[in-house]
């Protein structure tokens, strides 16, 4: 690659240079000369674009010499453009998904599923136009079939064709987690509502359920009240995901705010099965033994603790099998926080800084201490993680896999979130809105995630069609 740049030198002049760059940072740098004014710079510059463009022959573009071009001396004008690449490569993945036959066919679908850049529904027919595509929808079309992509049967056709795409069967795991998009807008309409948020934030919002493939390729995407609580969420995908094709079995993997007791029972009535991670409340025995029986040593970094849990004769569920992993780098950073936790809480019953919330302290009436009991078991606990399954046989390096496997949609939805321009903020009916979810998590792309196309826009890849003379 090379390019032509100018630099200020030391006495003032103007240098331009040809930069010659290769891979890894290495580069070549040919000095054309030195200006002192506008007219030496330009004529450097025309000086360096003669040696870039050396060795090239020219065009024959069939125009005789003494024929003038139809726009006059200058640039030739340029007649029609097209984004052919990116625009062929997005109308062959559409087909390959399997969505052209899932949408029966439906234009307006089609266009609107391989949108390229983030934009309203009104601009976005500017951008199928700059594309190339031919004859766009109208606006009011567009508007008319809005509604129809947020009914339950055409989501349930797109998500059987997602299954069918990944090939989901008794051996297939499926990820799932749920996140918040809030609302430009102060008042709740019952289903943008306030509710809990990471971020603390106030405004109105909606919770997001988002099932995957253990690629992070989505299959399902439900939307429920911004109030609602998100373990009351899964179950509704999972059995909206299964009304759209029937499957013999598949494993759910969770985080362990998302499955309670409760949802692991009704998974299991559905004849799947889970991989949730597991909540340490207490040091598990094995944990215990092993520290009696090895008082003065380390845990070994990715220690495993393998404790079965079969199940009672009157437990309506099948057996299941908790692991516990030690890893070093967790104790480290979870040791960290305690410290810091622990100091804020000395300061606060030293009187030194206001009482806060802090789990580390202990309030009897208006007499404050220092926990230390709860202190000691965090400490206990530091580095340890633990993963249920109700797999039969299950293996530890699959079920910690598997586990492992949701940063996949963790990534989906940090693509999502990020791009405010592709969120559904500014909507304000629910059908909007979920007809903005199933459009732009639908949007077809090759390796990466969702919304993927949408954030590299298409304007630098054009095709260019210029006139020269009457040709």
């Not at 009914?151 to 069967?169: K, M």
């Not at 499955?259 to 909540?279: K, T, Y």
């Not at 100091?343 to 919330?357: L, M, Q, S, T, Y």
Request: hydrophobic share 40%.
């Amino acid at each position: 690659m090379a390019y032509v740049r100018t630099v200020k030198t030391a006495s003032g002049a103007t240098a331009v240079q040809i930069v010659y760059s290769k891979r890894r940072g290495v580069r070549r740098i040919e000095h054309v000369g030195s200006a002192h004014d506008e007219r030496e710079l330009e004529a450097l510059k025309a000086a360096a674009a003669q040696r870039l463009a050396g060795g090239q022959q020219e065009l024959e573009l069939g125009v005789d010499a003494g024929e003038q071009p139809v726009a006059g001396p200058g640039p030739l004008p340029i007649v029609a453009s097209r984004m052919g690449h990116l625009w062929d490569a997005l109308c062959r993945a559409y087909q390959l998904l399997g969505f052209d036959q899932a949408a029966g066919g439906d234009g307006v679908f089609r266009d609107l599923a391989r949108i390229i850049e983030p934009t309203s529904k009104h601009d976005s027919l500017r951008v199928l136009g700059e594309v190339g595509v031919e004859a766009p929808p109208a606006y009011r079309t567009l508007n008319r079939r809005l509604p129809v992509y947020a009914t339950p049967e055409w989501r349930q056709q797109i998500a059987a064709a997602c299954a069918a795409n990944v090939g989901l069967g008794p051996a297939s795991l499926v990820l799932y987690d749920v996140t918040k998009l809030y609302f430009e807008t102060d008042a709740g309409d019952g289903f943008r509502e306030p509710g809990f948020s990471k971020e603390r934030r106030l405004e109105p919002q909606i919770t997001i359920g988002l099932l995957t493939d253990a690629t992070g390729f989505p299959l399902m995407v439900e939307a429920f009240e911004g109030n609602r609580a998100e373990t009351t969420t899964m179950l509704p995908t999972i059995r909206a995901f299964l009304a759209a094709h029937q499957l013999p079995d598949f494993t759910v993997v969770a985080d362990a705010g998302m499955i309670s007791e409760q949802n692991r029972r009704a998974i299991e009535a559905a004849g799947l099965s889970f991989i949730p991670g597991a909540r340490i409340s207490e040091i598990p025995y094995l944990v215990q033994q092993w520290r009696r029986e090895h008082p003065d040593q380390q845990i070994p970094d990715g220690q495993i603790f393998i404790q079965p849990w079969p199940a009672g004769p009157r437990d309506q569920r099948r057996d299941q099998v908790i692991f516990y992993q030690y890893k070093a780098d967790r104790a480290r950073r979870t040791l960290r926080g305690i410290d810091e936790q622990v100091a804020k809480a000395e300061r606060a019953v030293a009187g030194k800084v206001p009482v806060k919330r802090n789990r580390f302290i202990r309030l009897v009436g208006a007499d404050k201490s220092v926990n230390r009991d709860l202190e000691a078991k965090a400490r206990a606990l530091a580095g340890w993680k633990g993963y249920i399954t109700n797999l039969p046989n299950p293996s530890a390096q699959f079920v910690i896999g598997a586990y492992h496997r949701l940063f996949q949609i963790e990534k989906s939805f940090r693509m999502s979130k990020h791009d405010l321009a592709a969120r559904p903020i500014y909507h304000h009916k629910r059908a909007s809105i979920e007809a903005h979810l199933t459009i732009g998590y639908r949007a077809p792309r090759q390796g990466d995630s969702t919304f993927a196309a949408q954030r590299h826009p298409a304007q630098p890849f054009p095709l260019c069609q210029w006139q020269a003379g009457h040709h």
